[in-house]
């Protein structure tokens, strides 16, 4: 079954960094627009930020503009999430998805691929 996995989460301090990787095990990211979802105890799932299958458009959450970069290597058919200056909001499990509906753009929440997630916690 094609699948992404997820990797990078783990327990960091208020202010500190973590950096995601979303990588494809079965089939090539290249043309898919990867799209990165959180999800918070209690909470419904948040869309946190989203790179073309260009690779030439981005967005971001307001909650995380300015502190989150995503990014992409199609070579190692992988993507990425920087998440600098943590705070405990951002604590929940993040997902990262594949859509191919459209090469150029991000449009909506809608996901073809997604992986099983990997959890962040902020916490002094």
């Known amino acids: 079954q094609l699948q992404l996995v997820e990797s990078g989460g783990g327990l960091v301090q208020p202010g500190g960094s973590l950096r995601l990787s979303c990588a494809a095990s079965?089939?090539?990211?290249?043309?898919?627009?990867i799209k990165w979802f959180r999800q918070a105890p209690g909470k419904e799932r948040e869309g946190v930020s989203c790179?073309?299958?260009?690779?030439?458009?981005?967005n971001y959450a307001d909650s995380v503009k300015g502190r989150f970069t995503i990014s992409r290597d199609d070579k190692k058919n992988t993507a990425y999430l920087e998440m600098n200056n943590l705070n405990p909001e951002d604590t929940g499990i993040y997902y990262c998805?594949?859509?191919?509906?459209?090469?150029?753009?991000?449009?909506?929440?809608?996901?073809?691929?997604r992986g099983q997630g990997t959890q962040v916690t902020v916490s002094s």
């Open positions: 790179i073309s299958g260009s690779g030439e458009r981005t």
């Open positions: 998805g594949a859509d191919g509906s459209d090469y150029y753009f991000c449009s909506g929440d809608a996901v073809t691929y």
């Open positions: 079965d089939f090539s990211l290249e043309y898919f627009a």
